[in-house]
């Protein structure tokens, strides 16, 4: 039996240490903050989407990055498997729309303490407090790790060594990259860090006026310079004070992060994707004829919610007090135009501190895909958002990393 380090108590690391020593080995799980789990505590709201309910082959559809790779690692713990283990460690789940799974509770603290009962029931030595800060290695193969506590340098050797670091998004949940730098000086090629399901910033500054405006079904048409579709899907999307965000957009960012680092993008929304042009503008001839005298500003009120409607008022450059029986038949078909396709211009994304994942990582093919072991480092595995892995939300962020962190556990022997 062998003396194993995990390095980092995240989603990964916390299921790596459980398969690891439920084979027997000796586990040392080494987290730099005062508790595990710190970004799981966020997750969902604070209610922890920890899987998907899907078919297990539709998760590899909502997986963006390198979904081939994780083959082995999802179907030998894949999403249903991982409902099994929480309810059977005290955390019964349950499915909400879209199949996104919940702990019944609605507390992610539910699936940190499932785990954590899970790790001291298999003794599983657990230092918080311990910042990794060097892996030793001889001949390419692990002899143990350096890390910090309590202001004192320590070494622990092992024979092997799971790194669960985690990306570089929300770094004040302890993930800073620290094993992107470690899996660098060890030789290994690290694909560029980009946040993903991230809000955009807008070229428009507009969107303060509406900030925090939710508009539940619109329809999102991102093209680049050259007038190339890159993204066209319907959902809800949220005015931020500097640009747009929510389910809508977030997947987008996951879609365009290369594009957009290239220059700015075209996004156009339709207000009402429900309508053909004809019905919207039939609509609008009846407000227009039901009050033939009635101001511009007021007569369309009834078609966006509150503090939109000025928003498109100005858009159009119609005069917000004409009489609705002044306005011509081109500049009635020119705000329904605006409705459908409404402009604006993408022109970046916020940082690592919003972004919900890291795109890019430690290369997948340095890293055996039924292992999760380096084939450079002997006995150095990865596991999690490290890698160059990233999905949609709903659940296929976190299942990666139970899947990819119980693949490693399992293997080292
Ligand atoms: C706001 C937010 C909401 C999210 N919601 C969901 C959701 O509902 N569903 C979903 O599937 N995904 C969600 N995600 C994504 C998901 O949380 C991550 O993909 C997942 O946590 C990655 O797990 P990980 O173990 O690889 O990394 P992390 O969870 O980031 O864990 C890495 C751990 O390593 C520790 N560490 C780092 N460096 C060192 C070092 N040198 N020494 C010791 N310890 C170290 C860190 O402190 C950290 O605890 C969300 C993310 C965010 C930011």
Known sequence: MKRVVVVGGGAAGMMAAYACASQGHTVYLLEK?????????ITG?????????????????AILRNPKFLYSAIYTFDNYQVQRFFEENGCPVKVERGGRVFPVSDHASDVIRALENALKNLGVKIFLHSKVVGIETE??????????????????PAEAVILCTGGRSYPSTGSTGDGHAFADSLGHTIKPLTPSLVPFVTKETFV?????????????TITDASGKKLYDEFGELLFTHFGVSGPLMLSASAKVNDAIAKGPLSLKLNLKPALSKEQLDKRLLREFDENPNRQFKNAVSGLFPGKLTPVMVKLSGINPDKKVNEITKSMREAFVELIQSM???????????EAIVTKGG?????????????????????A??????????????LQIAWSTGYLAGLNVE
Do not use: W
């Open 33 to 41: 903050n005062e508790k595990l789990g710190k970004k799981v505590y």
């Open 45 to 61: 709201k604070g209610r922890c989407n920890l899987t998907n309910d899907c078919d297990v082959e539709d998760l590899f559809k």
């Open 139 to 156: 001949n390419n193969a692990i002899k143990g790790v350096r890390f910090q506590k309590d202001h004192r340098e320590q070494e622990l």
């Open 208 to 220: 303060k006026d509406v900030m925090g405006l939710a508009l539940k079904n619109v329809q999102a």
């Open 343 to 353: 402009p604006l211009t993408l022109i970046g994304l916020r940082g690592f501190e």
């Open 362 to 382: 430690v290369d997948v093919k340095q890293v055996n895909p039924s292992t999760m072991e380096s084939k450079l480092i002997h006995g150095l595995f990865f």
């Open 384 to 397: 999690g958002e490290l890698l160059d892995v990233d999905a949609y939300t709903g659940g296929f962020n």
